[in-house]
């Protein structure tokens, strides 16, 4: 069964420093989404993408935050200058179109910011 | 409670026993989403439930939804050691991003 893959599954980095966070959603999808849990609290939204653009973002995707489809498989998220709080699980997710659509997770990456 | 709020917060029961959590949301929805999480792994997709539907069935897992009261649960039969994990409700407004509750930790005993 198609699934979403993510790499690294785990990514330690210094306080300033930049990280890219790799999706490969499922093939068919079209929408692609980044969420992260920070340890013990509920999975947060930052991100959705559609088309090659942004199509909503929440207010934690701030301008360190970045997304990018380089080619017709990968989905990557960007974060400039890593901050202590961006420690968290960063989850990747795609769905195929249209709003009734099942999401299907990735399985995360850890980040640890030293 | 905020959208996507889930109760009890967490639940331990014997194995072979059934576990039922809720969920309360605010605003309208598209669809609701259950998904579970083994400790520090991935979301896993259970259930989808749409706004038009009242119950669905997966296997052991039973789903219910009552937009007037804008709610759900989530009734696992015959649990299992292995249904241990955290459990989360997921609504899909119009918008299409998935709000997510904080989850149920379910602890099954052997």
């Known amino acids: 069964e198609p699934e979403v893959t993510q790499t690294p599954s785990h990514q330690v980095t210094q306080m300033g420093q930049e990280v890219i966070l790799r999706c490969v959603p499922i093939s068919n999808h079209l929408y692609f989404y980044w969420y992260r849990q920070i340890l013990g609290q509920k999975v947060e939204f930052l991100v959705s993408?559609?088309?090659?653009?942004?199509?909503?973002k929440s207010e934690i995707f701030d301008d360190q935050f970045s997304v990018e489809r380089p080619d017709g498989s990968n989905f990557t998220l960007k974060i400039r200058s890593t901050k202590l709080e961006d420690s968290a699980m960063y989850f990747c997710a795609s769905r195929v179109a249209g709003s009734t659509d099942t999401q299907y997770f990735g399985p995360g990456t850890r980040l640890t910011v030293l | 409670s905020q959208q996507g709020e889930e109760d009890p917060q967490a639940l331990s029961i014997q194995e072979g026993e059934n576990a039922t959590m809720n969920c309360s949301y605010k605003?309208?929805?598209?669809?609701l989403q259950w998904y579970r999480q083994n400790s520090g792994r991935g979301l896993v997709h259970l259930i989808l439930?749409?706004?038009?539907?009242r119950e669905k069935h997966s296997g052991r897992l039973r789903v219910t939804l009552d937009t007037s009261k804008k709610s759900s649960s989530l009734l696992i039969t015959a649990s299992r050691a292995a249904d241990t994990a955290s459990y989360f409700c997921a609504t899909d407004p119009l918008d299409s991003k998935l709000t997510f509750g904080k989850g149920i930790t379910l602890s099954v005993r052997p």
């Open positions: 439930i749409r706004s038009n539907e």
């Open positions: 993408f559609y088309n090659n653009e942004i199509s909503e």
């Open positions: 605003t309208s929805i598209n669809n």
